[in-house]
């Protein structure tokens, strides 16, 4: 056997190869670098565009099924209408008991400072650290200038407005682009499986169905878990004789939709509401009927509507939404779960088309009978 000398020559070529190689994993380095300094300049379209593909594949749904009884392009139509009119229904619903709500504290804060005296008088303690302080006349003469200093918010109300402002362009551009997506997003999709062998078009569009479905069962999945917390939170606050019990109900629907913290902060808002109109029963009620639901729903309803909607293991659920959430705050908690269940789709459909294929028979040759069962004497 030869054995290479030190110093000796290589084979031909390989100083280039080398080279190329080295410069291949250069280039290869440069454009990782560029491409996530790009994504980090452009994250803001980016996550718009994301979310317009979300609801595109969400609304697919509701189009398909219009789609059978009229033209295409009147199911988006009727869609996308009842998509921008729904928040203008929940405002419509919430702000009016709001703003009523604002003015009677502001009107009634006076009389309030006036209870908290009479309550200070009532007791010694009290009593002799408003000697000291007179902590509940500081207090009185604060609430009675509070009505006149309402002017004083403009400045606030300015930069709210200014933020609903930019939240408008940003939801109209994000629908505009979700119409696009609706309209373009089959016919890139055909266009991309075309690129393939028949058998590795069929799997894209599998795939991409698949994915479609999850999305699409995810989205039908949540609203029905909110419409039941909504629905049964109302009939709650109906019982227990609080005020505004649809408003309230209609919060404890939006709220429902986000994982993990939403249920427990729609409780807690409409439990701080029953503090103002029936405590303590209201509270009390309003409390162990929180605790025992979420109880219910995070073991009965959630599991059942969820397994049939994407079909995610629990600990995948929950990963996905700490991770989503901590990167993209609610937004990321809201599409964890959906991204989750492509992911999952798309690693099972690649496992199934790498799997090796079953063994196959030579032509003429049948595979073995089972042997008959035994007649009986």
């Known amino acids: 056997m030869n054995v290479p000398t030190i110093g000796s020559p290589g084979p031909p070529g390989g100083q280039m190869m080398t080279t190329r190689a080295v410069l291949r994993a250069v280039l290869v380095v440069v454009c990782v670098v560029v491409t996530l300094y790009l994504i980090v300049l452009?994250?803001?379209?980016?996550?718009?565009?994301?979310?317009?593909?979300?609801?595109a594949i969400a609304l697919a749904g509701p189009v398909n099924i219009l789609q059978r009884r009229m033209k295409r392009g009147f199911a988006v139509a009727i869609v996308y209408v009842a998509l921008i009119v729904t928040p203008f229904v929940f405002i419509g619903l919430l702000l009016p008991p709001i703003i009523t709500q604002a003015n009677n504290l502001v009107n009634n804060l006076p009389k309030y400072a006036g209870?908290?005296?009479?309550?200070?008088?009532?007791?010694?303690?009290?009593?002799?650290?408003?000697?000291?302080?007179d902590l509940t006349g500081k207090l009185e003469k604060e609430a009675e200038k509070l009505p006149s200093r309402i002017g004083d918010a403009a400045g606030v109300l300015s930069d709210i407005g200014l933020g609903i402002v930019n939240s408008v362009f940003t939801a109209v551009t994000i629908i505009v682009l979700s119409i696009f997506l609706m309209s373009a997003g089959p016919r890139w999709l055909e266009s991309w499986a075309q690129r393939y062998e028949p058998e590795q078009a069929d799997?894209?569009?599998?795939?991409?169905?698949?994915?479609?479905?999850?999305?699409?069962?995810?989205?039908?999945?949540?609203?029905?878990?909110?419409?039941?917390?909504?629905?049964?939170?109302?009939?709650?606050l109906l019982i227990l004789g609080v005020p505004y019990a649809l408003p309230l109900a209609v919060i404890v629907f939006v709220l429902d939709l986000v994982p993990l913290v939403g249920a427990t902060l729609g409780a807690i808002l409409v439990g701080i509401v029953t503090l103002f109109s029936n405590f303590p029963i209201?509270?009390?009620?309003?409390?162990?009927?929180?605790?025992?639901?979420?109880?219910?729903?995070?073991?009965?309803?959630?599991?059942r509507i969820?397994?049939?909607?994407?079909?995610?293991?629990?600990?995948?659920?929950?990963?996905?939404?700490?991770?989503?959430?901590?990167?993209?705050?609610?937004?990321?908690?809201?599409?964890?779960?959906?991204?989750?269940?492509?992911?999952?789709?798309t690693i099972r459909e690649y496992m199934q088309q790498r799997k090796p294929p079953g063994v196959v028979l030579p032509l003429g040759v049948e595979p073995p009978r089972p042997d008959p069962p035994p007649q009986p004497a």
């Open 282 to 303: 209201a509270t009390i009620a309003w409390v162990i009927w929180a605790i025992v639901y979420q109880q219910i729903e995070n073991s009965v309803i959630q599991p």
């Open 203 to 236: 799997w894209w569009r599998r795939l991409f169905q698949r994915i479609g479905n999850a999305v699409g069962n995810y989205v039908a999945g949540a609203l029905a878990q909110a419409t039941v917390a909504g629905v049964s939170s109302w009939l709650v």
């Open 42 to 55: 452009l994250r803001k379209p980016l996550t718009w565009i994301f979310i317009a593909g979300f609801l």
């Open 306 to 345: 969820q397994a049939r909607a994407v079909q995610l293991e629990p600990l995948i659920v929950l990963i996905a939404v700490l991770f989503g959430s901590t990167l993209f705050g609610i937004l990321g908690a809201l599409l964890a779960i959906p991204v989750a269940a492509a992911i999952q789709i």
């Open 115 to 133: 209870d908290l005296t009479k309550f200070v008088q009532g007791n010694d303690t009290l009593r002799r650290l408003q000697q000291d302080y």
